[in-house]
């Protein structure tokens, strides 16, 4: 029972490196999506897909790419890191307009 | 764009006491979901409220979903320090939408023994 992975779990960046988040589910859900969580602000959508090969994005999108080549597989690129994107990222899937069940969560820092 | 308000912020407890967190969205909701994230974890999905006014009831959760489906809340009698974590709504749009949920900020309960 895997249900969503996150990989890797924690990572420090320097300001202007890049690195791409894995996200995998096994429950064959449709939907895929990246949030980000920060102190006093909750979870904020970064980006979502509906289904392999589509895309789009959520609520503060700025800085993030996505890409969902495999309905299994959902990553989160970040191509110049920034102080500002020091967070935790979680991501959930789900099927229709079920639960959404979370990755454990990636801590990162840039420094 | 949809806005989910959840307050308070910050809930402080004597072990034992009851404690309510409360959730307004600025739409109409197809359906809210609750979850429960623990300190260092992730969000657990704990319930979702469908129908106008519907309550639901789990141990000593007491979940219920305003008649207007833009408000909600979530009970706990006589809490316990498992209950310690951040309680999180999330609204679905009326009309559907896969543009995921809305979450609410969180309600952070402390519990003191």
């Known amino acids: 029972n895997a249900g969503v992975t996150q990989t890797p779990k924690f990572r420090v960046l320097k300001t202007g490196q890049s690195m791409t988040l894995l996200c995998a589910q096994d429950?064959?859900?449709?939907?895929m999506y990246w949030y980000r969580q920060d102190p006093g602000m909750g979870l904020r959508l970064i980006h979502y897909?509906?289904?392999?090969?589509?895309?789009a994005k959520g609520e503060v999108p700025d800085g993030y790419n996505v890409s969902r080549l495999k309905k299994q597989n959902f990553l989160l690129g970040l191509e110049s890191a920034a102080p500002s994107q020091t967070s935790v990222y979680f991501c959930a899937s789900r099927s229709g307009d079920t639960e959404a069940f979370f990755g454990q969560g990636t801590r990162l820092t840039v420094v | 764009g949809q806005q989910v308000m959840q307050i308070p912020q910050y809930q402080h407890v004597q072990e034992g006491e009851d404690f309510t967190t409360y959730c307004n969205s600025s739409t109409t909701l197809s359906n809210i979901q609750w979850y429960k994230q623990r300190p260092g974890g992730h969000p657990v999905f704990l319930i979702q409220?469908?129908?106008?006014?519907e309550v639901k009831k789990q141990k000593r959760l007491t979940f219920q979903f305003g008649e207007a489906k833009k408000n909600s809340s979530l009970h706990i009698t006589a809490t316990q320090t498992t209950d310690v974590g951040t309680y999180f709504c999330a609204g679905a749009a009326a009309g559907g939408g896969a543009d995921g949920l809305t979450f609410g900020k969180g309600t952070h309960l402390i519990i003191q023994p």
């Open positions: 409220l469908v129908k106008s006014g």
């Open positions: 429950m064959n859900h449709e939907y």
């Open positions: 897909s509906v289904g392999e090969g589509t895309t």
